[in-house]
């Protein structure tokens, strides 16, 4: 059920274990354009699948950010919400554990659950041999496919080392073990700001919504390592009662 629009343009969809659900207007330019699309190529039939396809795809998208946010309450931190955008969802957790196998385990969690959604469609999928090659069946045979399709590709895009995605804060954590963890953060922020530029390129060639998602890993990396190099930067006075941090840097 919608609730007010929120700050930014938001809509409060409700708690999911015990997790805001806030989606962005801008999410309903991707119904709209999934669906002018599905009515190009099959008329009302077309439109309607693809609109229906967008929808689960996006379900997939809050259990993914879902697995972020319960393996990061195993660890005491709570997550703020979790807010669909076009390119996809964000679990805003309070905090990032500075303990590289916590983190890790938090970045792991998210690919994990749509490795375990496509288990559950393969005996009634099998591997489809032909995700590229629209048959102008629109039934829940081609529906099952294309959600296996979209859960492998999201497995595979969100591991690439480009942090802060989960790849990038993968090789963040890994990193962290052998290296202290501003400098795992510098090295990862560097290689996640080089990759996407990659992605913007790459974006003018293939889909645009690879330049959207670059611009923002670009300047994602840039402000989490410098946030994290500030913070090393903080000597933290404790007198009682009255815990101030003091910036020396």
């Known amino acids: 059920m919608f609730g007010r629009m929120g700050n930014g343009g938001s809509w409060y969809l409700g708690m999911i274990r015990g997790i805001p659900l806030i989606v962005h207007w801008s999410f309903l330019l991707i119904l709209g354009w999934s669906g002018y699309q599905g009515y190009g190529i099959g ?122 995605m989960d790849g990038g804060r993968i090789v963040r954590s890994l990193l962290a073990l052998v290296v202290s963890y501003e400098r795992a953060t510098a090295i990862a922020s560097v290689l996640g700001q080089v990759l996407a530029l990659g992605m913007v390129a790459a974006g003018f060639y293939w889909n645009p919504f690879l330049i959207l998602i670059g611009i923002m890993i670009f300047f994602g990396a840039r402000k989490e390592n410098q946030m994290v190099q500030r913070r090393s930067t903080l000597i933290v006075v404790d007198s009682g009662s009255d815990r101030r941090f003091i910036d020396i840097g």
Not at 94 to 103: H, K, N
Not at 110 to 127: C, F, K, Q, R, S
Not at 130 to 141: E, N
Not at 146 to 161: A, S
């Open 43 to 164: 008329g009302w039939r077309g439109g309607l699948f693809t609109i229906t396809l967008t929808l689960l795809l996006f379900v997939c998208v809050v259990l993914h950010e879902l697995g972020h946010a319960l393996m990061a309450r195993r660890y005491g931190i709570l997550t703020r919400s979790i807010t669909l955008l076009p390119i996809g969802g964000v679990a805003a957790l309070d905090r990032i554990p500075r303990r590289p196998i916590q983190e890790l385990l938090i970045a792991v969690a998210g690919p994990l659950v749509n490795v375990l959604i496509m288990a559950a469609l393969y005996p009634l999928t099998g591997w489809p041999a032909d995700f590229f090659v629209f048959r102008g069946l629109w039934g829940v045979g081609l529906m099952l496919e294309l959600l296996f399709y979209v859960n492998l590709v999201m497995v595979v895009f969100n591991l690439i080392p480009a942090f802060p």
